[in-house]
């Protein structure tokens, strides 16, 4: 069965140090998302992407926090500089289409963060 | 924008016993209603979804019910077993593939 891939799995740095994560969605899926999960709380939606478009970056700190899916495929999550408040797991969903019906969301194993 | 609810945040239970897990939401315009299991250190994994045109939906031992006039749905876990302690999560959006709300969770413990 197709899954989401991330990497890495586990990345501490230190504050003010720049981070990357990526994802690889499952083959076919148009439609990418990462979600930032803090420990205890449900994930929430940092950036929406349709193929390579934007489709909903509202909740993403863009002082600090960039998204791109150039290809359309694959995305790069990019964090410069790091804050201690950004520790947290980072997890990547894909969706696809049956027809004309969307299909829900499936996650990636995340990556987890710590900022020191 | 959408604000879902989930209680209770923690449940613990008999092996065999049945677990109930409900969540509210605020946004009259969702129409679909995933929920995910989430194993510590694990990816969230859909269990269970429901959309707005079903009242009821069952795979197994697991079910989900959705009110639309009171907006609030349910998880309903029969003869829990061991391998059902996890993290629950529900959420809510306007359709599958769109952005999800979710809950803040339910961890739920089953005891042998």
């Known amino acids: 069965e197709a899954e989401v891939a991330q990497s890495p799995r586990y990345k501490i740095t230190e504050k003010s140090q720049a981070v990357a994560f990526w994802c690889d969605p499952i083959s076919g899926h148009a439609t990418l998302y990462w979600y930032r999960q803090i420990l205890g709380q449900g994930p929430e939606l940092l950036v929406q992407f349709q193929d390579e478009s934007v489709v909903d970056d509202s909740q993403l700190p863009k002082d600090r926090f960039s998204a791109e899916r150039l290809k359309g495929v694959d995305s790069t999550l990019k964090i410069q500089p790091a804050e201690l408040g950004d520790s947290a797991m980072y997890l990547c969903a894909s969706s696809g289409k049956t027809g004309l019906l969307k299909e829900t969301q499936y996650f990636g194993p995340g990556t987890r963060l710590l900022v020191l | ?112």
Request: hydrophobic content about 30%; proline content about 4%.
């Open chain 2, 1 to 112: 924008g959408e604000n879902v609810e989930q209680h209770p945040s923690t449940l613990s239970v008999q092996e065999g016993d049945s677990a109930v897990i409900k969540c509210t939401y605020s946004d009259s315009a969702s129409n679909y209603f995933p929920w995910y299991k989430q194993e510590l250190g694990k990816r969230p994994q859909l269990i269970i979804d429901i959309r707005s045109n079903v009242g009821e939906k069952k795979d197994q031992r697991i079910a989900v019910t959705l009110n639309k006039t009171a907006k609030h749905f349910s998880l309903h876990i029969t003869e829990t077993q061991p391998e059902d302690s996890a993290v629950y999560f529900c959420a809510a959006s306007m359709a599958a593939g769109n952005k999800l709300t979710f809950g803040g969770g339910t961890r739920v413990l089953v005891k042998p």
